[in-house]
């Protein structure tokens, strides 16, 4: 497979940091993918409840990831303490691309960019749907207006 690459959102509008813990590396003793995929999906719930969403209610609406890059750049090590600053991108008719991108603080190195596309869904009717109008509006907002990230330690 060819090297991906994957940048991190062009602007943060939510910070949080996250230290890597011995459950979380491999036997080559660095951070595990795995552990890394999960620290991705936690800073994209944590981006939502800053919003005053869950994953299940969004208007109305469910939001369901239909799709995961990962362009890992350096390792991070147990004890490592992470920052991972969480942006938007294309919007499309049914969804939108969150970014990321994990630091690691005490080097100041980029450990990782991810890209993690999501589709709006209503589960009541089990069908894919348009983004509400007022999320579009509120991140459009957020992102032209957000000078300090939001931020959760």
Request: overall charge negative; aromatic content about 12%; glycine content about 8%.
């Amino acid at each position: 497979m060819s090297r991906l690459n994957t940048s991190g959102p062009e602007k943060t509008l939510f910070r949080m940091e996250r230290k890597v813990g011995l459950s979380d590396i491999n036997y080559a003793k660095h951070l595990d993918s795995v552990s890394m995929v999960k620290f991705l999906h936690e800073a994209r719930l944590q981006f939502l409840a800053s919003l005053g969403f869950t994953e299940s209610n969004i208007y109305g609406l469910g939001l369901v990831v239909t799709g995961l890059t990962v362009d890992y750049q350096s390792e991070s090590f147990a004890n490592d303490l992470l920052v991972i600053d969480v942006g938007f991108s294309e919007f499309n008719r049914y969804g939108f691309d969150i970014g990321l991108k994990v630091s690691n603080g005490a080097l100041e190195s980029v450990v990782c960019a991810g890209k993690v596309g999501n589709v709006f869904f209503d589960f009541d009717r089990h069908k894919i749907a348009e983004v509400p109008a007022a999320f579009k509006t509120l991140l459009s907002y957020s992102q032209a207006e957000n000078t300090d990230s939001f931020q959760v330690a």
